[in-house]
């Protein structure tokens, strides 16, 4: 069953929490675990939901699947879809580094390079696909 779109308005408002939170508390807005540790759960659960959202509408298809354990996967990038067991394009990364990537206020190629972001499969590369929002 599919979720539920998240509203807008709703993703932006909670994303607008996180960097007001950050900025209150001197936090360097463009360090995505630092961002991510500032607010609680659901607001975290929420921006990384959203954002993924965004990904999956800004780049239709199920050729590469996106991961960002506990809060939630896409599948995402027009080509070859995947339908059984594990899917041969995996990109997988913790929230703080997915929301500095949404963002862009990291760079696919520095997240690759520093291992903040794990990819497998020749097709697993969103260097064209982020940001998936304007700061």
């Given amino acids: 069953m599919a979720r539920a779109r998240i509203d807008d308005d709703l993703g932006r408002a909670a994303l ?4 007001a ?3 209150a508390n001197g936090i360097d807005q463009a360090d995505g675990p630092a961002l991510a ?3 609680d759960r659901s607001t975290l659960a929420l ?3 959203y954002t993924l959202q965004l990904l999956a509408e800004q780049a239709p298809g199920g050729t590469v699947e996106v991961r960002v354990p506990p809060y ?3 599948q995402c990038v027009e080509g070859p879809k995947h339908t059984r067991g594990t899917p041969p394009n995996v990109i997988e990364t913790d929230a703080g580094t997915w929301i500095a990537l949404a963002r862009g206020t990291l760079s ?3 997240a690759k390079a520093s291992g903040r ?3 497998s499969g020749q097709r ?3 260097t064209g696909h982020l940001p998936v929002l304007s700061t």
Avoid: G, P
């Fill in 16 to 19: 607008t929490t996180m960097l």
């Fill in 21 to 23: 939170i950050a900025e």
């Fill in 37 to 39: 540790a500032s607010v």
């Fill in 47 to 49: 921006v990384v939901r």
């Fill in 72 to 74: 939630a996967a896409v």
């Fill in 108 to 110: 696919w190629a520095d």
């Fill in 117 to 119: 972001v794990h990819a």
């Fill in 124 to 126: 697993a590369d969103l």
